[in-house]
T-cell receptor
Framework: AAGVIQSPRHLIKEKRETATLKCYPI?????VYWYQQGPGQDPQFLIS???????DKGSIPDRFSAQQFSDYHSELNMSSLELGDSALYFC??????????????FGSGTRLTVV | QKEVEQNSGPLSVPEGAIASLNCTYS??????FFWYRQYSGKSPELIMF????GDKEDGRFTAQLNKASQYVSLLIRDSQPSDSATYLC????????????FGGGTRLMVKP
């Protein structure tokens, strides 16, 4: 079965550079979520999109932005990178509107290292 | 106070024993709860979800929910070394439409 696809798997950037992370949700899933997970920490919610519109916003820095495109894939753009941005970035998708909510399916993540 | 609380552990159990992982939540309006397993450096993987009070069994896993006590647990029977991972409890936020709030996770170590 198709899963959530994230690219790239690993990314190394220097301070003050920009990075773009991509996420391709499971086909038919209409909601995408972005999470940031630092070492030894639980996933922190950044932002979500439903039907290409931003649906919720968490602890996303102003330096970050995201969008969902017509094909439902999403991109997280990160500018002026700081050392503290080094983390695993997960994308997850779900199908909204089900009577029962079956939770998220996570992608494999992008490991961002800022040097 | 976090909305979803878990003991960070590590919880150490011998192989073959029952591992009991606990989680409490503060939002009384939360209706559905999820357990994810996360191996180091990997993405969270959904193990079980539960909506109704009581027990729900799936193979070696049993989820328990007590909404009156705002308590969720996960039991792993016949624990195996491959079960060693961090287990994340998540609650669907009330009136937030399919949004999950995660606990800090409990690290489980199963010793051969």
């Amino acid at each position: 079965a198709a899963g959530v696809i994230q690219s790239p798997r690993h990314l190394i950037k220097e301070k003050r550079e920009t990075a773009t992370l991509k996420c391709y949700p499971i086909p038919r899933h209409d909601t995408v979520y972005w999470y940031q997970q630092g070492p030894g920490q639980d996933p922190q919610f950044l932002i979500s999109f439903y039907e290409k519109m931003q649906s919720d916003k968490g602890s996303i820095p102003d330096r970050f932005s995201a969008q969902q495109f017509s094909d439902y894939h999403s991109e997280l753009n990160m500018s002026s990178l700081e050392l503290g941005d080094s983390a695993l970035y997960f994308c997850a998708s779900s199908l909204k509107g089900d009577v029962l909510f079956y939770g998220y399916t996570f992608g494999s993540g992008t490991r961002l290292t800022v040097v | 106070q976090k909305e979803v609380e878990q003991n960070s552990g590590p919880l150490s159990v011998p192989e073959g024993a029952i591992a009991s992982l606990n989680c409490t939540y503060s939002d009384r309006g939360s209706q559905s709860f999820f357990w994810y397993r996360q191996y180091s450096g990997k993405s969270p993987e959904l193990i079980m979800f539960i909506y109704s009070n009581g027990d729900k069994e799936d193979g070696r896993f049993t989820a328990q929910l007590n909404k009156a006590s705002q308590y969720v647990s996960l039991l792993i029977r016949d624990s195996q070394p491959s079960d060693s991972a961090t287990y994340l409890c998540a609650a669907e936020r009330n009136n937030a439409g399919n949004m999950l709030t995660f606990g800090g996770g409990t690290r489980l170590m199963v010793k051969p």
